[in-house]
Structures are given as C-alpha cells and as structure tokens.
C-alpha cells in the first residue's frame, strides 16, 4: 500500500457563516504596531510622550486631618470626645473627589479587624502619652522646682523638713517668707523659675514641631515613616526624664525640659501624621472619640499615679515612673496597630530652611481668623494661669499654715490628695462636656454664643476659690471649670474651621492655629510670674485668669458668623 493510501482523505474548511465571526473594532484588528511603523515613525511618537514626574511627598504639616488630630491632642479630651459634626475642609479627602471613603490615605483598605486595631492602638498611644506628659506638667516639675527655689531662699534645713516630712516644723518666718515680695519671697522663687522652665520649653517645642515634621515625611525605611519616629521618641522621652529627676539647679531642668518636649514632640506629631495617613474617611469619626476617650483617661490616670508616686516614693519616683510609660507609650502603639507600609519607594524632597519657616507665616488678610487665634490664645492662658500654678497654688495659698497648725507629715501629702480630688472632679466635668455638647450644639446653630456662655460658666468657677480659698472650692472650680472648659475647646474649634480664610491652604492655617495653644501657655507663665513677684502670693492668678477668660469671650462675640 503506497503512502497516498495510507493518508485518509482530507476535505477543505467550510467557510464561516456571515456573522459568526465578530471582529472587535480597535482590538482585534488593531495592527502591530512595531511591524506597522517604520522606524522614523516610531521616533515621531517617542518625542510626543510626556514625561510624568513622581508625586511629591506631601508635607504633614499641609494636611487638614493631621492639623485637626493635633489640635484635639492638645485641648480639652471633652472635644475629641464629644459628638460634634466638624466641617474640616479637608481638600484631600475621598469625599470630595468621589474616592473609595474605606481606603485610607496611604492606599491600604483594612479590613474590619485592622480597622478595630487602629481604634485601640490610637486610644493607646493617645491614653500612654498623656499618662506621663500630665504627671510631668501638675506634679513632678513644679514640685522639683519649689524645692530647688527653697533651697535657694531658705536653709537646706528648713528645705529637707518641708519636703521630707522627718518631725521637723517650718518656723514662723520661714512661713511668712512664702508670700513676702522681694528677694527673700520664696512664692516669687517658685512662680518665676516656673516660668522660665515653661517657657523655654515653649519655644524648643515649636523648633521640634517643624523640624520633626518635615524629618518624618522625609523618611524612607521598611518600617514606614512614622514608625520609627515614634518609637524614637518614646526612648527620647524617656532618658530624658529620668535625667531631669536627677537635676538639682534651674538652668538644668530648663535645659532637660526642653529636650524632654523634643523626645514628646517624636512621639505626639508623627502619630497624627499617622491618624491623618492610616485612618480611612469613613471610620475617623469614631476613632477619634475613641482618642478622645483615652485622653480623658490618661490625664486623670497621671495625676492619681504621679500622686501615688510622690506620696509613697517620694519626688523622685515619678519621674521613674513617668520614663517607663514613655518608653512603652512609644512602642505598644505600634504593636496594637497594624503594621505601617513601607516608605522605601517614597520619592526623595529636599529640605529647606524656607520650608521650616512656612510653618509660621500666617495667613494673610484674614481678621476673623486672627479673632480665633487670639480667643484660642486667651482660653489657654486663662486656663494656664492655674493648672500649671496648681502645685504652688495648693501648697502656699490652701496649705500655707499646714505646719504651723501642728501638722507633722509632709507638705506633699494634703497637696497631692488636693490634686487627685480635682482630677477626679475634672474627669467627670470632661464627660459631661463631651455628652451634652453634641445635642447642645445642634439646638442652637451660632457657636459663638456658646462659646460666650461657656467662658462666663469657667470665670464662675475660678471666682470659688478667689473669694473661699479651700480645698473644697478648688475641687467645685475643678469640676465646673473642666465642664467649661470642654464646652469652650469644642465651640472654639467650630469657630476655627468657620474663620480659615481658604479651604485650599486649610491645612497650613490649622498647623499656625495651633501656635495659639503654646501661645497661651507662654502668656501664662509670664503673666503668672509678673503678677506673683509684685503682689507675692498666688491669689493674684484666679483674677488674672478671669480677665483671659472674659477677654477671650468678648474677641469671639466680636467675630463674623
């Protein structure tokens, strides 16, 4: 059999039915276009192609969101807390251009269980944070402070017996030395050293708050941008406490307190750049009452472990204790959470001095923002004038006679039980701040009038222990003073969204807003200070507060709806 024999016999392919091949115009018979084009033709095309450039890194300090976390962290915990609807001009959020609301900023979409982890490890790191910080500013400082001014007014002998407690009583002059005005006045020591503490530490803080922001959106390792940052700052904060413990001159704790505010400021900041970054749209309003609610908690919690500390350990201790939470204030965050994205693939942005100094140019012709910020600047004065005093306030003006009465313990112990009652007291006027205030400002729409009110309910309660200084009127000026002033920082921030002259700048306006909060604490030591040297005795800051607070009231009823 031959080889044709052995083929079966092969018939040719019908030809397809009209229609039963559908060519897609533009896919099908689009042509190859490497065998198509002669090579001048592919010349021709390459010189039409446009160079895209890789996105810049976008500065934290120019994102609304950041600047609205980092205004929330350092007023009143009522505010993050409460339920008020904000208007944050936000131009980068996924509601204005249509995006996807459950995907965060960074490009991650978390799951359900990733979102619950960022909501406990930002009501962690905003509760670990403050534990220490409020520790640090009621208890431990001004305490080390009037005991290194006594020392310098007074005998070592008459120093140990004050704050030791060893059975020895302060003389009769040694008593009326606190409220003398001079040289020999031991309160004009204390408020004035005070001073110069806090205001150095003001200024270090607003250097740190730049340089560390534009440090941090420049970073480029595996672990992300603010990772390490926060973990830094945690260690920062930490040895840098412990050191100033151990500081036995003014000049030193001055020193050491500013480098304790550049250790908080590596582990406050980028933590709200991170808020603003991994936080979706959609899930933010609840995340930041839960920040609001640890913050509550954390400045209540420092005061009852820094009282503790100083009743049971003596001064030192707390500065232990308030190193340790640092230390983990800087890492559990990061564990709770989930993991940062890599920044290794971030393009590179040169720094400049120019950038460090657009943190502080103001906005220009904008009178209703310049109201808010002096109204912001006035509410914290007239609310430093006190709290940062309260050691002093506590112990030369409620306890003078403490010793004279008889009293053989020390000094530290009426004082500390003072201070843990009115946190107790402020904590609970906080949560009722932050539960009416929701409903409170629905029903009457100006914020304004209820700022005003509010000022004048604080001015109320500074005027109890103005006219019956005891400890009593403290805790009442306590409670109602922190209800007030929960009202007064929820309001306020109305008023501050409502007065940005340019939603396109909002973000750069709110980070020179929040100037106004170290704005206020510097014109409180140097109030506090001038008015204690000349009348030598602390009564005169209850008064001073009162007309901040008053002021404050009448700038923001002067401002345009």
């Known amino acids: 059999m ?32 490497d065998k198509v084009l002669s090579p001048e033709d592919k010349s021709a095309v390459a010189r039409l192609a446009v160079h895209q450039p890789r996105r810049k890194v976008e500065a934290s300090v120019t994102q609304a969101e950041t600047q609205v976390a980092q205004m929330t962290s350092e007023g009143s915990p009522a505010a993050a807390a409460a339920s008020v609807d904000t208007a944050v001009p936000d131009m980068g959020s996924a509601y204005v251009d249509m995006r996807d609301p459950v995907v965060s900023a960074d490009g991650q979409r978390p799951n359900p269980g990733q979102v619950t982890r960022l909501s406990w490890g930002f009501a962690v790191g905003a509760t670990m944070s403050i534990v220490p910080w409020a520790a640090l500013n009621l208890l431990a400082l001004p305490a080390v402070i009037a005991k290194v001014s006594w020392q310098r007014v007074s005998s070592a002998v008459a120093s140990r017996a004050a704050f030791s407690g060893g059975g020895q009583e302060l003389s009769e002059s040694l008593v009326s030395r ?41 970073t480029r390792v595996a672990a992300g941008r603010r990772t390490p940052w926060i973990i830094a700052g945690g260690v920062v904060s930490a040895v840098m406490t412990l050191a100033l413990g151990l500081c036995s001159n003014v000049v030193g704790i001055a020193l050491l307190w500013g480098l304790v505010q550049v250790g908080y400021v590596m582990l406050t900041v980028p933590m709200a750049a991170a808020f603003s970054e991994r936080v979706p749209d959609k899930f933010r309003p609840r995340i930041v ?75 220009r012709h904008a009178v209703e923002f310049w109201k808010a910020f002096a109204s912001r600047s006035l509410v914290s004065a007239g609310v430093g004038l006190t709290t940062m005093f309260l050691w002093f306030i506590a112990s030369a003006l ?47 729409e100006d914020p304004r009038y209820l700022s005003v009110i509010s000022c004048v309910l604080y001015t109320v309660a500074l005027a109890l222990p103005m006219t019956m200084p005891s400890a009593v009127s403290m805790v009442l000026f306590a409670l109602i003073g922190g209800f007030a002033f929960g009202l007064i920082d929820t309001f306020g921030q109305l008023l ?66």
Not at 7 to 33: C, H
Not at 179 to 192: C, T
């Open 496 to 561: 501050a969204m409502g007065a940005l002259p340019d939603a396109r700048s909002a973000g750069h306006d709110l980070a020179f807003f929040n100037l106004s909060n170290s704005v206020g604490l510097a014109l409180a030591a140097i109030i506090g200070a001038v008015g204690v040297a000349v009348t030598g005795g602390f009564s005169v800051l209850f008064p001073a507060a009162i007309v901040c607070v008053l002021a404050s009231a009448v700038v923001t009823i002067s401002m345009k709806r």
């Open 2 to 33: 031959t080889d044709d024999q052995q083929q079966p016999n092969e018939f040719p392919a019908p030809k397809p039915l009209p229609g039963s091949v559908y060519i897609r115009p533009g896919i099908d018979d689009r042509p190859d276009y």
């Open 178 to 218: 606190i409220g003398a005005v001079g040289d020999g006045g031991v309160a004009s020591a204390w408020a004035i050293d005070l001073a110069v503490v806090v205001v150095v530490g003001v200024v270090v803080s607003l250097i740190a708050e730049a340089v560390v922001s534009a440090l941090s959106d420049r």
């Open 289 to 363: 009452r839960a920040r609001g609610i640890g913050q509550m908690v954390g400045q209540a919690l420092g005061v009852w472990i820094g009282v503790a500390c100083v009743v049971f350990g003596g001064l030192y201790t707390p500065f232990a204790a308030a190193a340790a939470v640092f230390l983990l204030a800087g890492i559990v965050p990061v564990l709770v959470w989930p993991k940062e994205p890599s920044s290794e693939e971030q393009p590179h942005t040169a720094m400049s001095a120019h950038m460090l100094m657009e943190r502080f140019r103001a906005p």
């Open 398 to 444: 409620i306890f003078r006679d403490w010793f004279t009465q008889g009293n053989s313990s020390p000094i530290a112990v009426p004082v500390c039980s003072l201070i843990a009652s009115m946190a107790l007291a402020t904590l609970v006027g906080s949560v009722g701040a932050a539960f009416i205030a929701g409903p409170v400002g629905e029903y009457i």
